[in-house]
């Protein structure tokens, strides 16, 4: 499936009409450059789980984030797939509902049932697919 936004609001749209779909287990894997909006696509989709009110930071600098049977990784600073493990990648994704940025690293690991998120420009806007 493809959607093209034009818009922050029509990507925070698609992402909560994204997460009345989600059901634990399941990990979804985001694919894209830096600033594509993979941290705000889950975000939004955390909010509309977790209630509006939800902090929801980046993970970059702690690598993993959890809300309560949801959990969001950023691998951006992983460098050895071995680290995955410690950071509690494997148990999230038997378990959670669990977000993925910059996935390639676990690549190896991720189930075969994962949703992949690619995020690419698109004009002004984004072209966002999703592939199960």
């Known amino acids: 499936?493809?959607?093209?936004t034009n818009s922050l609001q029509e990507t925070r749209?698609?992402?909560?009409d994204f997460a009345k779909t989600l059901h634990a287990p399941v990990t979804v894997a985001l694919h894209g450059d830096l600033g594509m909006g993979k941290s705000e696509i889950v975000r939004t989709i955390i909010q509309t789980l977790r209630g509006a009110d939800t902090v929801v930071p980046s993970p970059t600098f702690t690598l993993v984030q959890n809300y309560d049977g949801i959990s969001h990784f950023d691998l951006y600073r992983i460098c050895d797939a071995s680290e995955l493990t410690e950071i509690g990648l494997e148990y999230a994704m038997r378990n959670d509902i669990t977000f993925i940025e910059w996935p390639e690293i676990a690549s190896d690991i991720l189930p075969p049932d994962t949703i992949h998120i690619y995020i690419t420009e698109h004009g002004n806007g984004r072209k966002i697919r999703v592939e199960k």
Do not use: H, P, T, V
């Open 1 to 4: 499936m493809e959607y093209i």
């Open 13 to 16: 749209q698609f992402a909560a």
